[in-house]
């Protein structure tokens, strides 16, 4: 979902184009590799004591048979996300000491199943029912945290409330319990972590499952003419709406036309200002009394790209989270969406073709289905974790009644990834031969 603070919205439109302040949406770049020489934002400057921000987003070379890529995948088989038990390496569940050195000793191998599989589950692990442990744990695989994609709206919340704490919170909020959150990947403007730990710290007494699915699967999955309408296509998000422009129907009529004009271009020159890729403005209507609305749309973008690492193409598109209407039948089984507040207005999303084309409800309906299809319900108790690659695993959250403490720690990389993809690029060159 687009996450927009309150105050940086005023700021964006209040001061205009000399501010400095943060303004970031949960949005994705069109671009296939993102430029170097993008403008450097107030948020884009890390503390020293902090982590790095999260890594540019990586799109890879255009697919040149999107079907043919397909099909490929239909013929092969995919394992995903193998699960890990501390009584299957005959260590019991309270010795942490034990499982902190098995995976310390098998670190490559946890980090080459996590790219190969998608993602790898443990359970039965004490080690990681605390913050210190869960640390212990990624550090020892050799994992590379960076800050979270949300930083520069300061919109996640730490576990232990310190703000320079590695381990964020997971949505665990009472307010949004009854809300499925879709699936998605992590990605926020042009960054996207490159992979992520998610652990369980309390389970909810009810529901509140972390969800996976396997993007090459959804992908595989998809009917073919969709898939290739997409991919010739791209996609685009609306990020943001703006519900505050009801007032402009009080201008008379030979005025409105160039009111809106003017409001529109303030708009877009302040916000523009403040994030490293183009939003574009649009003005529509919201609301049972269809109030004037301006709606900020993302650039377009593929929803299918190449692995950074093992070259395989898969899903990285969030339709299942970000799409109204996918969101608005989910309403009729989990209760409305608590969109009541100001900040909650304006973080209302969607998704239409890249040539803002609306996707018909059939193909929305047909996402959601696949989607679905091939989501895990993946039960967490205290101290289990999903180690997955953001990439090519997408996550989301049931809903869930009692008290849920889930946390998340996220990754720019892992020591030994430069040798994985000279490895998997050899692999691929032998099999060519």
């Known amino acids: 979902m687009v996450k927009f603070s309150i105050p940086a919205v005023a700021v964006a439109i209040g001061a205009g184009v000399s501010s400095t302040y943060a ?24 503390a020293p004591e902090q982590s790095p921000l999260a890594p540019l987003t990586v799109w890879g070379d255009r697919i040149p048979d999107i079907i043919e890529s397909q099909n490929e995948l239909k013929s092969r088989k995919m394992d995903f996300a ?22 310390r000793e098998h670190a490559m191998e946890i980090k080459q199943q996590m790219v190969d599989n998608g993602a790898v589950i443990f359970r039965e692990f004490d080690l990681m029912k605390e913050q210190e442990g869960f640390v212990k744990f990624y550090e020892a695989i050799g994992m590379k945290t960076c800050l979270d994609p949300l930083h520069s709206v300061s919109a996640r919340p730490t576990v232990n409330g310190d703000k320079n704490s590695p381990v964020y919170e997971a949505v ?31 389970a909810a007494e009810e529901g509140g499952e972390f969800l996976i699915a396997d993007g090459r699967q959804i992908f595989r999955d998809l009917k073919t003419d969709l898939v290739e309408r997409l991919y010739n296509r791209n996609i685009r998000y ?13 201008f008379p009529e030979f005025v409105r036309p160039t ?42 973008q593929p929803p299918i790209l190449v ?49 803002d084309g609306a996707i018909s409800d059939e193909d929305l309906e047909h996402m959601d289905e696949v989607t679905m299809k091939n989501v895990q319900f993946v039960k967490m108790t205290e101290g289990d974790v ?3 690659d953001n990439y090519k695993c997408m996550h989301g959250r049931n809903v869930f009644d009692g008290t849920r403490k889930h946390g998340v720690a996220w990754f720019e990389g892992w020591t030994g990834e430069e040798e994985m993809k000279a490895k998997a690029q050899q692999s691929k060159q032998a099999a060519m031969a």
């Open 386 to 388: 999903v180690l997955l």
């Open 259 to 300: 009111a809106m004009v003017a409001l529109k271009g303030l708009v877009s020159a302040a916000i523009n200002a403040k994030v490293d890729f183009s939003v574009d403005m649009q003005w529509g209507e919201a609301g049972y009394d269809n109030t004037k609305m301006l709606q900020a749309r993302a650039p377009s």
């Open 307 to 355: 692995h950074p690492v093992t070259g395989e193409p898969h899903w990285f598109c969030n339709v299942h989270s970000h799409s109204s209407k996918l969101r608005k039948d989910r309403e009729s089984i989990y209760g409305a969406e608590r969109f009541e507040d100001g900040a909650s207005q304006i973080n209302k999303s969607d998704m239409y073709y890249g040539d």
């Open 23 to 46: 303004f970031a949406p949960v949005a994705n770049t069109g671009a296939r590799s993102v430029a170097s020489s993008a403008p450097l934002l107030m948020s884009s400057v890390a």
């Open 172 to 202: 665990n909020k009472e307010s949004r319990k009854n809300f499925f959150i879709g699936m998605h990947n992590e990605f926020v403007g042009t960054r996207a972590p490159r992979a992520a730990a998610f652990v369980c710290f309390k």
């Open 238 to 250: 609306s990020v943001m709406e703006l519900p505050f422009f009801g007032w402009v129907d009080n």
């Open 82 to 103: 193998p699960t890990i038990k501390s009584s299957d390496l005959g260590l019991a569940s309270d010795d942490k000491e034990g499982q902190l050195a098995y995976v």
